[in-house]
Structure formats: C-alpha cells, structure tokens
C-alpha cells in the first residue's frame, strides 16, 4: 500500500463542523421564537426541521468558503516565513553582536538631574 503525501495529512476540513454548527443554530432559534409567540409544538417542529434543512447546505457553502481562506492564508504565511529565513541566512554574517556591558563601561554619557521648578503657593 503506497501512503500519498499532503502538506497537511492530518489537517480536516472546517466545512462540515460549520454546516452542522449553522444548521443547529437555525434549528435553536425556530425552536425558540416559536415558543415564544406561542405556537404550536407541531408547528414549532415542522418549521425548525425545515430551518434546519436550509441552514445545514448554507453552513457548507460558508464552510468551504472560510476552509479555502484559511489556507491560502496558511500559505502565504508558510511563504513569507521560508523568505524571511531565507534573507537572514544570508545577511547571517553582517551581523555583530555587542556585549552590553562593554559597551556601557565605554560610554562617555554624563546622567544629568532634572530640578524641579519651586512650587509657588
């Protein structure tokens, strides 16, 4: 058996948690505003089922939609990371590093203290 190779093997897709998460939402609501103006339970059910039904292809489409932004995002993301190591591999031996404390000992600053104007009162 040949195991095929992905960029993300373990990686699933967000489309169809949005869908169900979408579709129990509109359910919820019908549920609810139904109860509340005081409808009938086999009205309440009737119309949430047919929310639900609506809702579940909607939360697919949204799903897919938001799936394909992410990882075009991860993409570009992954890109710009591989350039960025990239340009510092090579400006690598540009680079000096300076000991702090040589540094300070090396410093001709003077610390001046500020006076405070008198308070007149």
Known sequence: ?????????????????????????????????????????GA???????????????GLVIGIVLDRLFREHVSNQTSQMEQEDSSAEEAGGDVEILDESEAELDSSGVDVAVASAPDSA
């Open 44 to 58: 309440i059910l009737a119309r949430s089922l047919v929310m639900m039904v609506v809702c579940c292809p909607l």
């Open 1 to 41: 058996m040949q195991a095929t190779s992905h960029p993300h093997p373990h990686r699933a897709s967000i489309a169809v948690p949005t869908a169900c998460i979408l579709a129990v939402g509109g359910f919820l609501v019908a549920v609810l505003s139904g109860m509340y103006v005081e409808n009938p339970l």
